[in-house]
């Protein structure tokens, strides 16, 4: 069984960055990645960026580029996403969610990471 | 970018009642879309891919049809566990991924 288990709750101040860890366990990362997506309160869902494998590249929604870091070690089996100089407007939800290469849907998800940027 | 819209953006149902949501995208998909279901404070759950696949563990009472840049959910007879927020995704044109702005499905 797939499951994702993420790092916890994190408050900031603008200007600062956040790192948010996803330990992922049953499930393979060869073939396939794990892709960010956030959830402003009581807003809709926003995909932020991913690996993809096939092309081995990193790829962004256009609105984080430059501040959006994605890793993976896959010797732990643990994604990061690493957001820089946060505003307010960041404070958000923010999920991993596994997806395989190709035409495929975000099959699996962690359980959400709140992040608030307050001065 | 696909831009994608849902309707309605409340539906009040009873439980027992039948409830139809409605998605639609800016251009054809080819069959690549997701329903997705999030409950207050949980993360979302994937109900439906290739617009009529139920994923694994997914009861029989919800179904998606549809194709081209016309979707639906059907809920078939609405259990008290299946009132929360509905959205559509699609997966042919990324990046980006897109979302719906979301169906809240409500007790009547």
């Known amino acids: 069984q797939v499951h994702l288990v993420q790092s916890g709750a994190e408050v900031k101040k603008p200007g600062a960055s956040v790192k948010v860890s996803c330990k992922v366990s049953?499930?393979?990362?060869?073939?396939?990645?794990i892709h960010w997506l956030r959830q402003a309160p009581g807003r809709g869902l926003e995909w932020m960026g991913g690996f993809e494998p096939e092309a081995d590249e990193t790829i962004f929604a256009q609105s984080f580029q430059g501040r959006l870091t994605v890793t993976e070690d896959t010797s732990t089996d643990t994604a990061y996403m690493e957001l820089s100089s946060l505003r307010s407007d960041d404070t958000a939800v923010y999920y991993c969610a596994t997806w395989m290469v190709g035409y495929n849907p975000f099959e699996s998800w962690g359980q959400g990471t709140l992040v608030t940027v307050s001065s | 970018e696909i831009v994608m819209t849902q309707s309605p953006d409340t539906l009040s149902v009873s439980p027992g009642d039948r409830a139809t949501l409605s998605c639609r995208a800016s251009?054809?998909?080819?069959?690549?879309l997701a329903w997705y279901q999030q409950k207050p404070g949980q993360a979302p759950r994937l109900l439906i891919y290739g617009a009529s696949t139920r994923a694994t563990g997914i009861p029989a009472r919800f179904s998606g049809s549809g194709s081209g840049t016309e979707f639906t959910l059907t809920i078939s007879s609405l259990q008290s566990e299946d009132f929360a927020v509905y959205y559509c995704?699609?997966?042919?044109?990324?990046?980006?991924?897109?979302f719906g702005p979301g169906t809240k499905v409500e007790v009547k």
């Open positions: 049953g499930y393979s990362l060869s073939g396939s990645s």
């Open positions: 995704q699609q997966y042919y044109l990324w990046p980006p991924w897109t």
């Open positions: 251009q054809s998909l080819s069959g690549n």
